[in-house]
């Protein structure tokens, strides 16, 4: 009997889904929501049940059996720290995620979605590497004063899947591995990969490491702090400018890469500092993780959408080759191991923690 896997990965304006059958991708569907339908409701929560009927909808365009389904996988969200896994939905964590007690984000909804559709199939549901996902050694969770301690906050999802994709192809166990994986979209993370746990990694939503297409990365402190006290500015604006309207968005006016490789082209000198800034961060970032391996590292992988940009790899590799061999896997592949996930585990091959 064939193994059919649903996965739903909520963003922000969209709930991309696809069906797997075998480990082929059946089909794919992105049900897209326009900024008046998001504004309307009042909180991320609120939107569950018009979520489940896009989901349910887009199935039923496909003429889509349900019943066919072994089992559902769904992203995860921000939960307590875990280390990364598959986890079994459960009401403990549909709870957490109800009243939003880690914090509110669109990735919340996966679980929930996931068991929606599951239950009354009487079929599991899960979830798999969410962005809380912390493996860190104790050393990197110092910061440098007793208030704060790092949070690991990141692209957990890709960068495991990625990490795994090189390790099959290289014939090699992740858990036996050292790699560098550099995910680069919206945000930016950079992880230290050390025999299947990540031990050092930059907090990619609050402001920490390389700047990205829209974050602001790490700022100078002393002048942020000067800032909020100036009486200029809203906490809210504060935070909008460490995520949403920081990194390119601040410094070029724009979070695509692709129109500042045309000014570029049409010689701006301002986009083609920029672009060299960005990937001169994500390769110094690399560079210091490179140092926390001692210098041992199997590989160094670039991926997310800015992989995409051939000449941003080429900048970026070019600073990072001397550590170990680069390789891109562009595009973030969420659907994909969310539904590789689902295989691993109607085989058996994988280990299911309860939250």
Known sequence: MSRNILVINPGSTSTKIAVYEDGTELFSENEAM??????????????????ERQIRSGLERRGYDLGRLSVIVGRGGLLRPLPGGIYRVGPAMLEDLATARYGEHASNLGAFLADRIAAPLGIAAYIVDP???????????VMGHAFFKKRSIFHALNQKAVARRWCREAGRAYEESRLIVAHMGGG????????????????????EGPFSAERSGTLPAGDLAR???????????????????????SLAGTNDLRVLAERIKSGDAGAELHFRAFAYGVAKAIGGLAAAASGRVDAIILT??????????TNIEKMCNFIAPVIVYPGEGELDALALAGERVLSGEATVSEY
């Open 188 to 207: 930016v993370s950079v992880g230290l990969h050390l025999e299947g746990r990540v031990v050092d990694v930059n907090n990619a939503l609050d402001g």
């Open 34 to 51: 326009s900024c008046e339908v998001v504004s309307g409701f009042g909180t991320m929560h609120a939107q569950l049940g018009f979520r």
């Open 227 to 249: 800032l909020c006290f100036s009486g200029t500015h809203a906490l809210r604006e504060v935070l909008a400018m460490i995520n949403g309207k920081g990194g390119l968005v």
């Open 304 to 313: 997310g959408g800015i992989a995409f940009s051939t000449d941003m790899m």
């Open 131 to 141: 962005v809380v996902v912390d493996e860190l050694s104790d050393v990197a969770r």
